[in-house]
């Protein structure tokens, strides 16, 4: 087989459903421990002779609104590397599929945690958003066959190939059962929180949920505390601002942990019981101004 001709474009013209034509996936980028979940990585694609290619914004693809009928257009460009249609992948990656590419998909990752998670995960997904709840409730049901559409298990893991948006629910659902469960150990058996820190520093979407996790960690007595942070956070701060910001977490915890314990004693007096979550409500300007006075003393 000849070899292509280093970077070389093509444009290609969208399906309706947005699949492209020519590409398939094979496997997805890197290597994903069950234990280390959740997880998002890049689909690796291949063309119709098993040349890895990439996507790149077609020059003169229309914008077209949400709906839009107007097709869509993408470049293609063709690597130098072939990968044969079984083995090992080049560098460090996962066979999975093959299945067709589509514009605008991830490949999301779930582990242990989610799968014994999955009942509950049910409760934090909204009922209008189809794709996300159907996934759940298969995971819930002890993955019956037939799996969802490009969906793959792989040495403990679950590999969904999804659009964004659907990834992104599906993320948000599993951070809010996190959340929960830190909130649930907290003031409990050190090793559970711990394992609920580490759970809700993957799923993490902002520096709160890094710091509140981080927060876990200290008070289960975990030493990695900070360097957890320092890893995962975009830009570090000074240590003294890394120790009040986790006070403040712990202040957080306290708080919503005493309002939760309340709560659930007005459920036992026959009282309507909050909805999954509603005790996480305390706000963190509030906890702030708490920490700020306590550190003033």
């Keep these: 087989m000849s070899k292509p001709s280093p970077h070389k474009l093509r444009q290609v013209t969208l399906s309706p459903r947005g699949e492209i034509p020519g590409v398939r996936v094979i496997g997805f ?25 990439r996507l790149l914004p077609s020059s003169d693809a229309p914008e077209g609104a949400p709906g839009s009928e107007r097709p869509v257009k993408v470049q293609l460009e063709r690597g130098q590397l072939h990968v044969s249609s079984e083995g090992p992948l080049p560098g460090v990656g996962t066979r999975l599929g093959p299945w067709p590419a589509r514009l605008g998909y991830t490949v999301v990752l779930l582990g242990q945690t989610e799968l014994r998670a999955a009942a509950r995960l049910a409760a934090h997904t909204p009922a209008d958003e189809s794709g996300p709840t159907r996934f759940i409730q298969w995971l819930a049901q002890d993955r019956p066959a037939p799996a969802p559409e490009m969906t793959a298990q792989l040495e403990g893991l679950v590999a969904w190939y999804c659009p964004d948006a659907d990834a992104h629910s599906l993320w948000l659902s599993i951070l809010r059962e996190a959340r929960l469960a830190a909130l649930q150990s907290f003031g409990g058996n050190p090793q559970l929180l711990e394992e609920a820190a580490w759970w809700l520093s993957r799923a993490a979407l902002s520096a709160d949920d890094l710091y509140l996790a981080a927060a876990c960690l200290k008070h289960a007595g975990s030493p990695h505390a900070e360097a957890m942070l ?19 977490q712990l ?25 999954p ?5 305390l706000t963190r300007d509030r906890v702030r101004h708490m920490a ?5 003393r």
């Design 230 to 248: 320092q890893a995962m956070l975009e830009t570090t701060p000074a240590p003294e601002e890394l120790q009040k910001r986790m006070a403040e």
């Design 292 to 296: 700020g006075l306590i550190q003033a």
């Design 29 to 53: 980028h890197g290597e994903v421990d069950a234990a280390d979940t959740p997880a998002r990585r890049a689909a690796i694609l291949v063309d119709e002779e098993g040349w890895l290619v």
């Design 251 to 275: 202040l957080f915890l306290d708080a919503e942990t005493r309002l939760s314990a309340r709560a659930d004693e007005t459920v036992g007096q026959g009282v309507v019981p909050p909805q």
């Design 277 to 281: 979550y509603a005790a996480l409500t």
